[in-house]
């Protein structure tokens, strides 16, 4: 019975593991996917923007 005490570990965290996996696939693309698209561009737009006035203050100096 040690063996089986010693695989259960394994077991559940590989089930668990694929279910994250499906529903990472699952969630990616849809309806929501140009709704995210636009929240990551805008993210990194404000980072940008963010990186070239801080350089543009340096400058300055």
């Known amino acids: 019975m040690d063996y089986v005490s010693a695989l259960v570990p394994p ?26 698209d636009a929240a990551v561009d805008a993210a990194l737009a404000r980072a940008e923007g963010a990186r070239q006035a801080s350089a543009a203050g340096k400058s300055e100096v």
């Open 11 to 36: 077991v559940v965290m590989a089930v668990f593991f694929i279910g994250v996996i499906r529903v990472i696939v699952k969630t990616q693309g849809g309806a929501n996917k140009a709704k995210e």
